[in-house]
């Protein structure tokens, strides 16, 4: 497996004395087959990520549509791997500002309503919509915060104030 062989081969690379456990992840993608994800568990993965194709750097393998991985989903909530979701819409009709919330809307509400019991982190969020929604939601939801992300606006990215 290939989560197994990297951590291997993190753990060769680390200096004498260091005590270091990486946490192994999947990558999910429209093909991500079903029946890895109790396989996957039993070696050691801890989560799987979803990134839309085309959100974030090196996201060109990520999901083009959630739909096409419905039975991943399925068999993930039965392993009990959690989805750590980079949670932004890729439509270049959305605002650059509000794909997170329509994200919240388009994904993850149909998301939570078809696999209620997938534990979920909603990583790095930014917006007061993001956190509303999982200040409500239901034990099997969580965030993350990265703070630097806090720091920019419109002004900060477009005129570099």
């Given at each position: 497996m290939p989560a197994e062989s990297t951590k291997d081969r993190i753990l060769a690379a680390l200096p004498a004395g260091v005590a270091f456990d990486p946490l192994m992840t999947l990558y999910l993608t429209d093909t991500l087959a079903p029946d890895e994800m109790a396989r996957s568990r039993e070696a050691?993965?801890?989560?799987?990520?979803?990134?839309?194709?085309?959100?974030?750097?090196?996201?060109?393998?990520?999901?083009t549509d959630l739909r096409r991985t419905s039975r991943t989903l399925a068999a993930m909530q039965r392993a009990g791997l959690p989805l750590l979701v980079h949670g932004e819409v890729t439509d270049p009709a959305v605002d650059l500002f509000d794909r997170e919330a329509v994200f919240i809307e388009r994904v993850l509400l149909p998301l939570r309503r078809d696999f209620p019991e997938l534990k979920i982190v909603f990583e790095h969020i930014t917006t007061r919509e993001a956190a509303q929604y999982v200040q409500q939601a239901d034990a099997f939801v969580a965030a993350t915060i990265t703070a630097h992300h806090l720091l920019y606006n419109r002004n900060a990215i477009f005129l570099g104030g």
């Amino acid at each position: 497996m290939p989560a197994e062989s990297t951590k291997d081969r993190i753990l060769a690379a680390l200096p004498a004395g260091v005590a270091f456990d990486p946490l192994m992840t999947l990558y999910l993608t429209d093909t991500l087959a079903p029946d890895e994800m109790a396989r996957s568990r039993e070696a050691g993965v801890v989560a799987v990520k979803l990134y839309p194709a085309g959100a974030t750097t090196n996201s060109d393998a990520g999901v083009t549509d959630l739909r096409r991985t419905s039975r991943t989903l399925a068999a993930m909530q039965r392993a009990g791997l959690p989805l750590l979701v980079h949670g932004e819409v890729t439509d270049p009709a959305v605002d650059l500002f509000d794909r997170e919330a329509v994200f919240i809307e388009r994904v993850l509400l149909p998301l939570r309503r078809d696999f209620p019991e997938l534990k979920i982190v909603f990583e790095h969020i930014t917006t007061r919509e993001a956190a509303q929604y999982v200040q409500q939601a239901d034990a099997f939801v969580a965030a993350t915060i990265t703070a630097h992300h806090l720091l920019y606006n419109r002004n900060a990215i477009f005129l570099g104030g």
